[in-house]
Protein backbone atom coordinates (compact mmCIF):
# COMPACT_ATOMS: atom_id res chain seq x y z
CA UNK A 1 0.00 0.00 0.00
CA UNK A 2 1.37 3.37 -1.41
CA UNK A 3 2.34 5.71 1.89
CA UNK A 4 0.45 9.10 2.82
CA UNK A 5 1.34 11.78 0.23
CA UNK A 6 1.98 15.53 1.25
CA UNK A 7 2.82 18.68 -0.37
CA UNK A 8 6.42 20.36 0.10
CA UNK A 9 5.17 22.04 3.86
CA UNK A 10 4.40 18.87 5.12
CA UNK A 11 7.96 17.17 4.60
CA UNK A 12 9.09 17.69 8.33
CA UNK A 13 6.14 15.42 9.24
CA UNK A 14 6.71 12.50 7.38
CA UNK A 15 8.45 10.10 10.03
CA UNK A 16 4.80 10.20 11.62
CA UNK A 17 2.82 10.23 9.43
CA UNK A 18 4.35 6.98 7.30
CA UNK A 19 2.99 4.44 8.52
CA UNK A 20 -0.44 5.77 10.38
CA UNK A 21 -2.23 3.81 8.29
CA UNK A 22 -0.71 0.16 9.53
CA UNK A 23 -4.18 -0.42 10.90
CA UNK A 24 -6.36 0.17 7.70
CA UNK A 25 -3.92 -2.46 5.73
CA UNK A 26 -4.27 -4.46 8.50
CA UNK A 27 -8.08 -4.56 7.92
CA UNK A 28 -7.62 -5.35 4.57
CA UNK A 29 -6.63 -8.64 5.23
CA UNK A 30 -10.09 -9.41 7.18
CA UNK A 31 -12.98 -8.22 5.34
CA UNK A 32 -15.86 -8.39 8.00
CA UNK A 33 -16.33 -5.50 10.21
CA UNK A 34 -16.50 -6.39 13.49
CA UNK A 35 -18.82 -4.91 16.58
CA UNK A 36 -17.23 -2.86 19.17
CA UNK A 37 -17.56 0.11 21.57
CA UNK A 38 -17.22 3.18 19.73
CA UNK A 39 -18.07 6.94 20.62
CA UNK A 40 -18.89 10.30 20.21
CA UNK A 41 -17.31 14.41 20.59
CA UNK A 42 -16.57 15.07 24.37
CA UNK A 43 -16.11 18.83 23.72
CA UNK A 44 -12.62 18.59 25.84
CA UNK A 45 -8.78 18.03 24.34
CA UNK A 46 -8.68 14.81 27.05
CA UNK A 47 -10.24 11.69 28.19
CA UNK A 48 -12.34 12.88 31.07
CA UNK A 49 -10.80 12.53 34.54
CA UNK A 50 -11.26 9.48 36.94
CA UNK A 51 -11.48 10.15 40.25
CA UNK A 52 -7.67 8.88 41.53
CA UNK A 53 -9.08 7.38 45.11
CA UNK A 54 -12.30 7.84 46.44
CA UNK A 55 -13.15 7.57 50.19
CA UNK A 56 -13.79 3.50 50.41
CA UNK A 57 -13.52 1.48 53.37
CA UNK A 58 -10.60 -0.16 53.90
CA UNK A 59 -10.61 -3.60 55.45
CA UNK A 60 -9.74 -3.30 59.34
CA UNK A 61 -7.29 -5.51 61.45
CA UNK A 62 -8.50 -8.19 63.32
CA UNK A 63 -7.71 -9.53 66.49
CA UNK A 64 -6.70 -13.51 65.96
CA UNK A 65 -3.64 -13.72 64.61
CA UNK A 66 -2.72 -15.25 60.95
CA UNK A 67 -5.87 -17.58 60.86
CA UNK A 68 -8.45 -14.93 61.36
CA UNK A 69 -6.40 -12.34 58.85
CA UNK A 70 -7.10 -15.53 56.16
CA UNK A 71 -10.78 -15.55 56.73
CA UNK A 72 -10.85 -12.06 56.40
CA UNK A 73 -12.78 -11.26 52.80
CA UNK A 74 -10.40 -9.58 49.57
CA UNK A 75 -12.21 -6.15 49.15
CA UNK A 76 -11.86 -5.04 45.04
CA UNK A 77 -13.89 -1.73 44.17
CA UNK A 78 -14.57 -0.71 40.78
CA UNK A 79 -14.33 2.81 39.68
CA UNK A 80 -15.41 4.78 36.84
CA UNK A 81 -17.21 7.25 34.91
CA UNK A 82 -20.35 7.89 32.91
CA UNK A 83 -20.91 11.04 30.27
CA UNK A 84 -22.84 11.72 27.88
CA UNK A 85 -21.69 12.46 24.50
CA UNK A 86 -20.67 16.13 24.78
CA UNK A 87 -18.51 14.82 28.06
CA UNK A 88 -21.40 15.99 30.61
CA UNK A 89 -22.36 13.85 33.71
CA UNK A 90 -25.69 12.17 32.70
CA UNK A 91 -28.91 12.91 34.11
CA UNK A 92 -29.40 11.05 37.57
CA UNK A 93 -30.69 7.94 37.77
CA UNK A 94 -28.52 5.69 36.09
CA UNK A 95 -27.56 2.17 36.67
CA UNK A 96 -24.80 0.69 36.59
CA UNK A 97 -24.70 -3.39 35.39
CA UNK A 98 -22.65 -5.91 35.35
CA UNK A 99 -23.18 -8.95 32.99
CA UNK A 100 -20.92 -11.91 34.08
CA UNK A 101 -21.78 -14.57 31.99
CA UNK A 102 -25.23 -13.95 30.82
CA UNK A 103 -25.78 -13.36 34.99
CA UNK A 104 -26.86 -9.47 35.41
CA UNK A 105 -26.63 -7.77 38.61
CA UNK A 106 -27.30 -3.71 39.43
CA UNK A 107 -23.90 -2.49 41.07
CA UNK A 108 -24.91 1.17 41.64
CA UNK A 109 -26.23 4.31 41.20
CA UNK A 110 -24.19 7.15 38.73
CA UNK A 111 -23.66 10.00 40.63
CA UNK A 112 -25.07 13.61 40.16
CA UNK A 113 -21.01 14.06 38.82
CA UNK A 114 -21.44 10.81 36.51
CA UNK A 115 -18.84 9.00 38.84
CA UNK A 116 -19.57 5.23 40.44
CA UNK A 117 -18.31 3.23 42.97
CA UNK A 118 -18.93 -0.29 44.16
CA UNK A 119 -17.70 -3.40 46.17
CA UNK A 120 -17.48 -6.59 43.46
CA UNK A 121 -19.16 -9.45 45.21
CA UNK A 122 -20.42 -7.25 48.14
CA UNK A 123 -23.36 -7.63 50.33
CA UNK A 124 -24.52 -3.88 49.17
CA UNK A 125 -25.48 -4.45 45.68
CA UNK A 126 -28.37 -2.81 44.15
CA UNK A 127 -29.90 -6.61 43.18
CA UNK A 128 -30.18 -6.69 46.73
CA UNK A 129 -32.68 -3.59 46.86
CA UNK A 130 -34.21 -3.08 43.70
CA UNK A 131 -34.40 -6.21 41.54
CA UNK A 132 -36.49 -6.46 38.41
CA UNK A 133 -37.76 -8.87 36.04
CA UNK A 134 -34.35 -8.66 34.53
CA UNK A 135 -32.36 -8.57 37.24
CA UNK A 136 -30.17 -11.60 38.33
CA UNK A 137 -31.49 -12.94 41.70
CA UNK A 138 -28.28 -15.17 42.95
CA UNK A 139 -26.94 -14.54 46.38
CA UNK A 140 -23.60 -12.02 46.44
CA UNK A 141 -20.60 -13.93 46.15
CA UNK A 142 -19.22 -13.68 49.71
CA UNK A 143 -22.63 -15.48 50.77
CA UNK A 144 -22.32 -18.36 48.22
CA UNK A 145 -18.89 -19.18 48.24
CA UNK A 146 -17.66 -18.95 52.08
CA UNK A 147 -14.90 -20.67 53.06
CA UNK A 148 -15.91 -24.41 53.67
CA UNK A 149 -13.51 -26.62 56.04
CA UNK A 150 -12.28 -23.91 58.63
CA UNK A 151 -8.87 -21.91 58.03
CA UNK A 152 -7.88 -23.69 55.16
CA UNK A 153 -5.57 -22.27 52.86
CA UNK A 154 -7.54 -23.55 50.03
CA UNK A 155 -10.65 -21.76 51.01
CA UNK A 156 -12.12 -19.14 49.37
CA UNK A 157 -10.32 -16.54 51.40
CA UNK A 158 -7.17 -18.03 51.80
CA UNK A 159 -3.67 -18.65 49.70
CA UNK A 160 -3.96 -19.06 46.08
CA UNK A 161 -8.03 -18.89 46.24
CA UNK A 162 -7.47 -15.44 47.65
CA UNK A 163 -7.84 -14.33 43.94
CA UNK A 164 -10.50 -16.12 42.49
CA UNK A 165 -13.82 -13.92 43.21
CA UNK A 166 -11.26 -11.20 40.89
CA UNK A 167 -10.94 -13.57 38.48
CA UNK A 168 -14.20 -14.70 38.23
CA UNK A 169 -14.77 -10.52 36.71
CA UNK A 170 -12.76 -11.25 34.06
CA UNK A 171 -14.70 -11.46 30.99
CA UNK A 172 -17.51 -9.77 32.29
CA UNK A 173 -19.01 -6.81 30.56
CA UNK A 174 -20.07 -3.46 32.48
CA UNK A 175 -22.50 -1.08 31.03
CA UNK A 176 -25.02 1.86 32.16
CA UNK A 177 -28.58 1.35 32.14
CA UNK A 178 -30.94 4.74 31.66
CA UNK A 179 -34.34 4.85 30.32
CA UNK A 180 -33.89 6.67 26.84
CA UNK A 181 -30.32 6.14 26.16
CA UNK A 182 -28.08 3.82 24.90
CA UNK A 183 -24.78 3.02 26.77
CA UNK A 184 -21.27 1.89 25.42
CA UNK A 185 -19.40 -1.33 27.16
CA UNK A 186 -16.38 -1.27 29.20
CA UNK A 187 -15.17 -5.08 28.82
CA UNK A 188 -12.87 -6.33 31.69
CA UNK A 189 -9.88 -8.33 30.75
CA UNK A 190 -7.99 -8.11 33.31
CA UNK A 191 -7.87 -9.64 36.78
CA UNK A 192 -8.79 -6.32 39.60
CA UNK A 193 -6.26 -6.28 42.27
CA UNK A 194 -7.52 -5.57 45.75
CA UNK A 195 -8.53 -2.46 46.45
CA UNK A 196 -9.71 0.54 43.72
CA UNK A 197 -9.44 -0.53 40.56
CA UNK A 198 -10.54 2.11 37.71
CA UNK A 199 -12.22 0.66 34.61
CA UNK A 200 -12.64 4.32 32.59
CA UNK A 201 -15.35 5.83 30.96
CA UNK A 202 -18.92 4.93 29.75
CA UNK A 203 -20.90 6.97 27.49
CA UNK A 204 -24.57 7.17 26.80
CA UNK A 205 -26.16 8.10 23.82
CA UNK A 206 -29.91 8.81 22.45
CA UNK A 207 -31.62 5.88 21.52
CA UNK A 208 -32.41 7.62 18.29
CA UNK A 209 -28.90 8.07 17.49
CA UNK A 210 -28.25 4.46 16.51
CA UNK A 211 -30.22 3.68 13.44
CA UNK A 212 -27.59 1.26 11.62
CA UNK A 213 -26.94 -2.47 12.32
CA UNK A 214 -24.34 -4.49 11.62
CA UNK A 215 -26.85 -7.36 11.24
CA UNK A 216 -29.08 -6.94 8.51
CA UNK A 217 -32.40 -6.83 8.86
CA UNK A 218 -33.49 -8.24 4.93
CA UNK A 219 -32.21 -11.88 6.90
CA UNK A 220 -35.99 -11.73 8.82
CA UNK A 221 -37.42 -12.21 4.85
CA UNK A 222 -34.59 -14.44 3.28
CA UNK A 223 -36.50 -17.81 2.48
CA UNK A 224 -35.56 -20.98 3.88
CA UNK A 225 -33.43 -22.25 0.93
CA UNK A 226 -31.75 -19.28 0.04
CA UNK A 227 -30.57 -19.37 3.50
CA UNK A 228 -29.29 -22.68 3.36
CA UNK A 229 -27.08 -21.81 0.16
CA UNK A 230 -25.41 -18.97 2.04
CA UNK A 231 -24.56 -21.70 5.12
CA UNK A 232 -23.17 -23.79 2.64
CA UNK A 233 -20.97 -21.18 1.27
CA UNK A 234 -20.06 -20.56 4.79
CA UNK A 235 -18.59 -23.64 5.22
CA UNK A 236 -17.36 -23.95 1.59
CA UNK A 237 -14.84 -21.05 2.34
CA UNK A 238 -14.03 -22.54 6.22
CA UNK A 239 -12.87 -25.38 3.71
CA UNK A 240 -10.88 -23.07 1.60
CA UNK A 241 -13.41 -23.87 -1.34
CA UNK A 242 -13.73 -20.43 -2.96
CA UNK A 243 -15.26 -21.70 -6.41
CA UNK A 244 -17.75 -23.57 -4.88
CA UNK A 245 -18.31 -20.42 -1.96
CA UNK A 246 -18.95 -18.08 -4.82
CA UNK A 247 -21.81 -20.83 -6.71
CA UNK A 248 -23.39 -21.11 -3.16
CA UNK A 249 -23.45 -17.43 -2.63
CA UNK A 250 -24.68 -16.50 -6.38
CA UNK A 251 -27.77 -19.23 -5.82
CA UNK A 252 -28.53 -17.63 -2.75
CA UNK A 253 -28.78 -13.99 -3.96
CA UNK A 254 -30.89 -15.53 -7.08
CA UNK A 255 -33.20 -16.86 -5.14
CA UNK A 256 -33.44 -13.18 -3.00
CA UNK A 257 -31.90 -10.44 -4.86
CA UNK A 258 -31.90 -7.88 -1.48
CA UNK A 259 -29.65 -10.99 0.87
CA UNK A 260 -27.62 -8.16 1.91
CA UNK A 261 -25.47 -10.28 3.62
CA UNK A 262 -24.88 -12.70 0.99
CA UNK A 263 -23.94 -9.75 -0.94
CA UNK A 264 -21.45 -8.59 1.80
CA UNK A 265 -19.66 -12.06 2.00
CA UNK A 266 -19.82 -12.72 -1.44
CA UNK A 267 -17.36 -9.19 -1.51
CA UNK A 268 -15.43 -10.74 1.00
CA UNK A 269 -14.56 -13.49 -0.49
CA UNK A 270 -13.83 -11.72 -3.46
CA UNK A 271 -11.52 -9.38 -1.96
CA UNK A 272 -10.04 -12.44 -0.17
CA UNK A 273 -9.47 -13.85 -3.95
CA UNK A 274 -7.75 -10.28 -5.01
CA UNK A 275 -10.74 -9.51 -7.22
CA UNK A 276 -11.19 -5.65 -5.93
CA UNK A 277 -13.60 -4.73 -8.47
CA UNK A 278 -16.14 -7.71 -8.12
CA UNK A 279 -15.64 -6.94 -4.35
CA UNK A 280 -16.17 -3.63 -4.42
CA UNK A 281 -19.06 -4.51 -6.66
CA UNK A 282 -20.61 -6.78 -4.57
CA UNK A 283 -19.95 -4.33 -1.41
CA UNK A 284 -22.11 -1.56 -3.27
CA UNK A 285 -25.27 -4.08 -4.01
CA UNK A 286 -25.12 -4.95 -0.26
CA UNK A 287 -25.24 -1.09 0.28
CA UNK A 288 -27.78 -0.32 -1.92
CA UNK A 289 -30.51 -3.52 -0.64
CA UNK A 290 -30.17 -2.20 2.73
CA UNK A 291 -28.79 1.38 3.19
CA UNK A 292 -29.33 0.26 7.67
CA UNK A 293 -26.47 -2.64 7.19
CA UNK A 294 -22.97 -0.48 8.46
CA UNK A 295 -20.74 -3.42 7.14
CA UNK A 296 -20.69 -2.83 3.21
CA UNK A 297 -20.21 1.38 4.19
CA UNK A 298 -16.90 0.40 6.49
CA UNK A 299 -15.77 -2.01 3.81
CA UNK A 300 -15.85 0.23 1.52
CA UNK A 301 -14.37 3.19 2.93
CA UNK A 302 -11.64 1.11 4.65
CA UNK A 303 -10.73 -0.08 0.81
CA UNK A 304 -10.65 3.78 -0.66
CA UNK A 305 -8.45 4.78 2.76
CA UNK A 306 -6.01 2.01 1.10
CA UNK A 307 -6.31 3.37 -2.31
CA UNK A 308 -5.82 7.17 -0.54
CA UNK A 309 -9.13 8.11 -2.07
CA UNK A 310 -9.77 9.83 0.88
CA UNK A 311 -12.74 12.36 0.15
CA UNK A 312 -15.10 8.64 -1.22
CA UNK A 313 -13.51 7.09 2.08
CA UNK A 314 -14.95 10.58 4.48
CA UNK A 315 -18.07 10.29 2.72
CA UNK A 316 -18.59 6.47 3.18
CA UNK A 317 -17.18 7.03 7.17
CA UNK A 318 -19.29 9.98 8.04
CA UNK A 319 -22.35 8.10 6.33
CA UNK A 320 -21.73 5.06 8.92
CA UNK A 321 -21.27 7.14 11.91
CA UNK A 322 -24.40 9.31 11.40
CA UNK A 323 -26.24 5.28 11.34
CA UNK A 324 -24.30 4.56 14.00
CA UNK A 325 -22.00 6.45 16.22
CA UNK A 326 -21.81 3.79 18.99
CA UNK A 327 -20.51 0.41 18.18
CA UNK A 328 -18.17 1.61 15.22
CA UNK A 329 -14.67 2.56 16.59
CA UNK A 330 -12.69 1.83 13.69
CA UNK A 331 -14.95 4.38 11.76
CA UNK A 332 -13.58 7.08 14.32
CA UNK A 333 -9.98 6.21 13.13
CA UNK A 334 -10.71 5.91 9.50
CA UNK A 335 -13.06 9.21 9.72
CA UNK A 336 -9.53 11.00 11.23
CA UNK A 337 -7.36 9.63 8.62
CA UNK A 338 -9.13 10.44 5.73
CA UNK A 339 -9.80 14.22 7.03
CA UNK A 340 -6.27 14.56 7.87
CA UNK A 341 -5.25 13.81 4.55
CA UNK A 342 -7.98 15.98 3.14
CA UNK A 343 -6.34 18.42 5.29
CA UNK A 344 -9.96 19.27 7.01
CA UNK A 345 -7.52 19.41 10.72
CA UNK A 346 -10.43 20.51 12.74
CA UNK A 347 -12.70 17.65 11.81
CA UNK A 348 -9.70 14.92 12.14
CA UNK A 349 -8.78 16.21 15.38
CA UNK A 350 -12.56 16.10 16.65
CA UNK A 351 -12.91 12.49 15.21
CA UNK A 352 -9.44 11.38 16.66
CA UNK A 353 -10.46 12.48 20.15
CA UNK A 354 -13.85 10.57 19.62
CA UNK A 355 -11.75 7.61 18.70
CA UNK A 356 -9.44 7.87 21.99
CA UNK A 357 -12.46 8.50 23.84
CA UNK A 358 -13.76 5.15 22.74
CA UNK A 359 -11.11 3.03 22.18
CA UNK A 360 -11.18 1.11 25.22
CA UNK A 361 -8.83 -1.86 24.27
CA UNK A 362 -6.28 0.59 22.89
CA UNK A 363 -6.67 -0.96 19.13
CA UNK A 364 -6.08 2.44 17.51
CA UNK A 365 -3.12 4.05 18.99
CA UNK A 366 -2.44 5.26 15.61
CA UNK A 367 -5.11 7.87 16.54
CA UNK A 368 -2.41 9.71 18.87
CA UNK A 369 0.07 10.11 15.72
CA UNK A 370 -2.98 12.42 14.16
CA UNK A 371 -2.88 14.33 16.63
CA UNK A 372 0.53 14.85 16.72
CA UNK A 373 0.49 15.86 13.13
CA UNK A 374 -2.41 18.02 13.41
CA UNK A 375 -0.22 19.58 16.64
CA UNK A 376 2.83 19.80 14.29
CA UNK A 377 0.84 21.58 11.20
CA UNK A 378 -0.45 23.69 13.33
CA UNK A 379 3.02 24.43 14.84
CA UNK A 380 2.12 23.10 18.52
CA UNK A 381 5.12 21.49 19.08
CA UNK A 382 4.54 20.37 22.76
CA UNK A 383 1.11 19.15 22.24
CA UNK A 384 2.78 17.11 19.40
CA UNK A 385 5.43 15.54 21.52
CA UNK A 386 2.95 15.08 24.16
CA UNK A 387 1.04 12.60 21.43
CA UNK A 388 3.99 11.00 19.93
CA UNK A 389 4.84 9.89 23.97
CA UNK A 390 0.88 8.75 24.86
CA UNK A 391 1.69 6.79 21.16
CA UNK A 392 4.64 4.89 22.77
CA UNK A 393 2.99 4.22 26.07
CA UNK A 394 -0.22 2.32 24.02
CA UNK A 395 2.29 0.39 21.00
CA UNK A 396 5.70 0.64 22.66
CA UNK A 397 6.69 -2.41 20.95
CA UNK A 398 5.23 -0.95 17.26
CA UNK A 399 6.97 -1.73 14.35
CA UNK A 400 7.22 2.57 14.11
CA UNK A 401 8.39 2.77 17.67
CA UNK A 402 12.26 2.86 17.05
CA UNK A 403 11.64 5.84 14.38
CA UNK A 404 9.00 8.04 16.81
CA UNK A 405 11.13 7.70 19.90
CA UNK A 406 14.15 8.74 17.66
CA UNK A 407 11.83 11.69 16.35
CA UNK A 408 10.66 12.59 20.72
CA UNK A 409 14.12 12.53 21.46
CA UNK A 410 15.22 15.21 18.85
CA UNK A 411 12.43 17.18 19.88
CA UNK A 412 13.18 17.24 23.51
CA UNK A 413 16.97 18.18 22.32
CA UNK A 414 15.56 20.87 20.27
CA UNK A 415 13.12 22.31 23.03
CA UNK A 416 15.96 22.55 25.48
CA UNK A 417 18.06 24.33 23.47
CA UNK A 418 15.17 26.72 22.58
CA UNK A 419 15.25 27.04 26.45
CA UNK A 420 18.82 27.42 26.92
CA UNK A 421 18.96 30.47 24.39
CA UNK A 422 22.00 31.21 22.23
CA UNK A 423 25.59 29.85 23.07
CA UNK A 424 27.76 33.03 24.16
CA UNK A 425 31.25 32.31 22.10
CA UNK A 426 34.17 33.53 23.80
CA UNK A 427 36.88 35.17 21.92
Not at 199 to 220: A, C, D, K, M, W
Amino acid sequence: MNTLQFGKPYLAFLLLTILIPVAVAQQQTTPPVGGGSSGGNTGGNSRPSIPSRPNLPQPQPQPGGQDQQLSMPVQVFILGRVVREDGSPPPYGAVIELNCGGSITREAIVGTNGQFSFQFGGDNRLAQVFPDASQSLDPPLGDSERMVGGNSSSGFYGGDARRQRSRRMIGCEMRAQLSGFRSTILNIMEEPQQGPNEVGTIVLYPNERVQGSLVSVTNLLVPKSARKSAEKARKAVQKRNAAEAEVLYKAAIQEYPKYAEAWFELGALYEGQGKMDDARSAYRESKRVDGMYLKPYMRLAQLAAADQDWRVASDLVEKALELDSINLVEAYFVSALAHFNLREFDLSEKRAKQGQRMDFSNKYPQLCLILANISLVRRDSDNGLKEMKNYLKLAPNAANAAVIRARVRQMEEEASQRAAGPKIVER
